[in-house]
Structure formats: structure tokens, C-alpha cells
């Protein structure tokens, strides 16, 4: 989990409130937080410094000195910034010539960023920390190691626009860097400096890299990288900044600017807006105008709150509870509608509002319980059911096989053959390889398949589990099923053979089907088809594709299927 290290003195003066250390225990599960480390007390207070533990990855708006001390301030009762006020699209549209243009050759390195200035007084030493501390944070762990966020701060002073994000030669465009006195090619940074030799893998793959200078022609930073050492360098006592954020996902970028503002504004600091022109659609329009609010709204219902929490809330105690969490709610009769703070986007389901209501009443209120009612354990239907194709699947000679659900793209997309528009991508993974939620799990016999050619043929393997994919009319937009996967790989795999084993299978468990003919792009052309019960298709089976065992590495024929078995129940 984060951790973070706070000014004692900044931190209470951005509450608004001096706690005790015991008391600051007390408060700290509002910000899902909790007292790591005290100070040394032989210090002063302003350069004593708290640590802090941060028990929830899906804020990171917590991440930072002022998030956890807004948290707080809000919770206790104390009123913050109007945070609507700082969003472009919210009435803080005036960038005057600030403008940065985007060169349309990022569109395949690193395609999207957002910027804006704060102004108002010189930054010290403690909140220059500060903002050092949650670029940090945000990057590395948000970020994905600055792969999908990166952040740059710069001396506004010197910097001329209209500014330009453009692509440049490695090899023959240079500057100097932080922490360095010569110029420097961009392939150079990459090898010799630290913190090329940390993030370089990142621009590595590309022929040409991000650039960001102003209308002087002056290098303000290569992003993800390093800032340059003239713009990039900002210290104690620079009053005018600008905030820039590059990546891969709009989205991302657009709150990670929301929280980083609203940081700022806490602090009294003025923010203003910097238009970023891009030449392709960002998802949010081409020009995007930061910081920039996009959050949804989310609905709940009284009755849903009190159901999970066990509680009987009337409706004011509820909007006092959500409004203590930053947000604002509206009702209308039982119903809910939340709508976050800019810097929050985390409410992806009304279990996540009563989740709010919880925290803003204090969990320390709610009186523990021990269970009164007295049940027996029993199997699910569908577990039975399950239990009961698995020992089909052991009568017909395979063996079971027990799989992660989640994985790469290549693993669930390219090697499949797939377009991938129902597969389910994970928002900020930390890893390539677990990225995606499979929605079938042939590719997963397959794997076990591809690592299995020193192992006595054939091989008759299969598996029981879940699968989840998109499905727009479902609430949540996504759904969850029960599949079996069965695969046979040897030199005579074949579709025929298979087919009667699909029989056997659909037969013992009590349905009646037929097959029609299917075109999917995992089997042959002409060698597969698909399980029909009534007018529904639970299934398909067939030769695999050769293609598909070519990406995968697989010499021997294979002849695969995939029934979902919630559709026989």
C-alpha cells in the first residue's frame, strides 16, 4: 500500500486543526489511512514530518499531504475550495495564449496530454516537497512506473508560448537534463543517465521520442524521462508553475490534473487553464482544456443503503454522511444520485456510494454484531451442477486444469485471433501480463498446451471456471459466467472425434441440442460448429485454427470447445 511522508506544520495548517497522535488515529480511517511511523519530537514542529499509510489503492487522490488533510477537514465538517470553480468546463475556461500544440507522429508513442498553471504566491520548501512527493506517487503507482502517467513541473516565467509536443530524432536532438551540466542526445539520457537507466524502457521500442518545448525553441522536458535543466528545474521561492501530464489514457490524465489542482487550491494557490491541441480524438475531443471535470454520476436508493449496512438512515443522514466524503447529492423520493469530486473516480457501483455512507458516518459507530441466525452450508446449484460435468469430463478421459482468469492481450486477443471488443481491459494494471479479464478459456488450454510438448500424447485437458466479457444491457456492463473448456491435442485431433465426446457430454447432463455451422476465427473453416439448445447457442467446438496454434507455438493438432454451463441449468 502508498505511504506517504507529511510537514507536520503544513499538514495542520491545511486541516485547519492541531490533533494529538492519538487523535489522529482516531481520525485517519475517514482517508483509509493510518499512523505509520510519529515523528521525532526533538524537532520543531515545522520540520517534523508524519508518516502516513495508505490502505486503499482506488484513491489516489489520497496519496498526497493535501488529499489526506482535505479528507479530514471534510469529514470533521470544515467546508473546502469550490473545486467546480478550478474545471475548464465549469466556468474556468480562460487560458489566454497558453496554448501547447501536439505533433500528430505521438499518436502511436505516447499520444495524450493535459496541462495547467498555478499562480499566486512563491512555493517553499515544505509544499515544493509536497508536490515532489505526489508526482511521485501518482506515477510510479497510478502511473504504472510513469508507463501510463507521467508528470512534469516547470518555471512558467521562462517559458514562451504557444509550446509544441512533438516527436524528435533520438539520436539528433539534444539538451541538457536535470542533474547534468553538457548536453545530452535523447538516445544518450536513455543509457547514462539515472533516470534514463530507470524509464527508459518505456521509449526504448519507439524510433522517435516526446518532446515538449515552448516557442523559443527551448526544451521544457522529454516525457517521460526528465525534465531539461533550464524550464525543469523549480525551486523554492518560484511563484508561476505549469503542470503537465503525458500518457496513454485521457481519462487517467484528466484526474490525476484534477487532483494535482485541487492540491494547489488548497493551498490558496490560483489555477488557470492551459489548452493542449491534439490533431486525433482523445476520446474527450481533440482540444482539451485542464484541469477538466468528466466524472459520472452514480444512483443508489435509501432502501439499498440501509439493506447492506444493516443501519435504518433517514435521507439527511445519508446526504450528511456522502457530503463529509467530498461529494454532492442530489434526491429525489428513496432515490440517490452522487456526483463525485473532481478528483474522484471511484464510483463504479452504488456499492461503492453505501461504501461512502459507511466511512462518512464513522465505522467505529456501527455497533458489532454477532451472527443470530443459525444455517447449514450447502452447495450452490451451479457448483452441483459443475461438479457433475467434471466427472463427465474424467469419464471421457481428460484431466482437469485450473487457470488465473486474468491476463496479457496477446494471451486473450492477438493469439486468438479475436477483435477483443467485448474483452474486459483492467484500467491500471501493473503489469502487461494481467491486464485483461479472459472471456473464454480455450486460450487458457492453450498456454498449458503450448508448455507441454515433452509430455506423452495425447493430451486430453479441461477446465470449470469463470469467464467475464462486455454486455451493454447488464448493470454493471459487463457479465459473469460459468464455462467448460476441454482440449485434445494429438496427431489425430479431429472434429469428428470430438463431436461425440461433446455428445456424450450434453446428453448426461440432461439437454437435448443441435449443431449449426459457425464462423469463428479460433477453428477451421468448415471444421467446427456450433452447440445449439433451443434457439440459444451455449457453445462451440471445432479444429483449432492453425494460425492460432502457430501463435501459440503449437506443433501438434489440437481440437478445443467452450460450453457455458449456466446456459444448461
Known amino acids: ?76 465538517g470544515g467546508k473546502t475550495v469550490d473545486y467546480m470553480k478550478l474545471m475548464s468546463n465549469k466556468g474556468n475556461s480562460d487560458y489566454g495564449d497558453r496554448v501547447i500544440n501536439v505533433d500528430p507522429a505521438l499518436k502511436d508513442i505516447r499520444p495524450y496530454m493535459v496541462a495547467f498553471m498555478i499562480a499566486g504566491k512563491p512555493i517553499d520548501d515544505p509544499m515544493l516537497k509536497d508536490i515532489i512527493q505526489t508526482q511521485e506517487k501518482l506515477c510510479w503507482n497510478f502511473g504504472r512506473k510513469r508507463k501510463s502517467i507521467s508528470m512534469g513541473v516547470y518555471r512558467l516565467d521562462q517559458v514562451k508560448f504557444p509550446a509544441k509536443y512533438e516527436a524528435v530524432d ?20 536513455l543509457t547514462d543517465h539515472p533516470k534514463g537507466k530507470d524509464f527508459g524502457w518505456i521509449l526504448e521500442p519507439y524510433k522517435k521520442f516526446p518532446l515538449l518545448r515552448d516557442a523559443n525553441n527551448e526544451v521544457l522536458s522529454m516525457a517521460p524521462i526528465i525534465n531539461s535543466a533550464s ?189 477483443g471488443s467485448k474483452v474486459i481491459e483492467i484500467a491500471n494494471p501493473m503489469s502487461e501480463n494481467y491486464q485483461f479479464i479472459r472471456p473464454e478459456i480455450i486460450s487458457s488450454l492453450l498456454r498449458a498446451e503450448s508448455g507441454s510438448a515433452n509430455a506423452i500424447f495425447p493430451h486430453k485437458i479441461f477446465e470449470i471456471g469463470k469467464v467475464a466479457y462486455i454486455k451493454e444491457d447488464e448493470n454493471t456492463g459487463t457479465i459473469t459466467r460459468q464455462h467448460i473448456g476441454f482440449l485434445t491435442a494429438s496427431a489425430n485431433a479431429n472434429f469428428n472425434t470430438l463431436a461425440s465426446e461433446v455428445a456424450s457430454l450434453v446428453y448426461f447432463l440432461d439437454h437435448e441440442y443441435k449443431v449449426v455451422e459457425s464462423d469463428d476465427p479460433r477453428f477451421i473453416v468448415g471444421r467446427q460448429a456450433a452447440i445449439m439448445v433451443g434457439d440459444k447457442q451455449v457453445g462451440v467446438f471445432g479444429e483449432v485454427n492453425p494460425q492460432v496454434l502457430e501463435n501459440w507455438s503449437i506443433t501438434t493438432p489440437c481440437a478445443a470447445g467452450e460450453i457455458d454451463l449456466e446456459s444448461l441449468m
Open 170 to 189: 533520438p539520436d539528433k536532438t539534444s539538451f541538457i537534463p536535470l542533474a547534468c551540466d553538457a548536453p545530452m542526445t535523447c538516445r544518450q539520457i
Open 231 to 419: 524550464l525543469g528545474a523549480v525551486q523554492v521561492g518560484d511563484q508561476d508553475l505549469m503542470v503537465e501530464l503525458t500518457g496513454d489514457n485521457i481519462e487517467n490524465l484528466l484526474l490525476s490534473a484534477n487532483i494535482v489542482a485541487c492540491d494547489f487550491a488548497d493551498q490558496g494557490y490560483e489555477i488557470k487553464p492551459i489548452l493542449v491541441k491534439h490533431p486525433y480524438d482523445t476520446g474527450l475531443g481533440k482540444d482539451i482544456l485542464a484541469p477538466f471535470y468528466f466524472q459520472q454520476t452514480t444512483k443508489t436508493t435509501l432502501a439499498a443503503v440501509n439493506k447492506l449496512l444493516g443501519s435504518d438512515f433517514d435521507m439527511p443522514k445519508v446526504v450528511d454522511a456522502l457530503t463529509r466524503m467530498g461529494s454532492t447529492v442530489e434526491t429525489k423520493g428513496e432515490e440517490i444520485t452522487l456526483t463525485p469530486a473532481p478528483y474522484r473516480n471511484d464510483f463504479l457501483h452504488e456499492v461503492d456510494i453505501i461504501e461512502d455512507v459507511m466511512i462518512g458516518c464513522n465505522v467505529s459507530a456501527f455497533e458489532p454484531r454477532n451472527p443470530h441466525d443459525f444455517t447449514i452450508g450447502r452447495l450452490l446449484p451451479l457448483t452441483e451442477f459443475s461438479r457433475k460435468a467434471k466427472t463427465l469430463m474424467v469419464g471421457l478421459g481428460y484431466q482437469e486444469m485450473i487457470f488465473n482468469y486474468v491476463g496479457s492481450k496477446k494471451d486473450y486477443i492477438d493469439n486468438m485471433l479475436i477483435d
Open 1 to 76: 500500500m502508498p505511504k506517504i511522508e507529511v510537514n507536520e506544520k503544513l499538514f495542520f495548517n491545511a486541516i485547519g486543526k492541531k490533533y494529538t497522535y492519538s487523535e489522529l488515529e482516531d481520525v485517519f480511517p475517514c482517508a483509509k489511512a493510518e499512523l505509520d511511523e510519529k515523528p521525532d519530537m526533538s524537532q520543531s514542529d515545522d520540520e517534523r514530518v508524519i508518516k502516513i499509510e495508505l490502505n486503499d489503492t482506488n484513491r489516489p487522490d489520497l496519496w498526497s499531504l493535501n488529499g489526506v488533510a482535505r479528507q479530514i477537514k471534510l469529514h470533521e
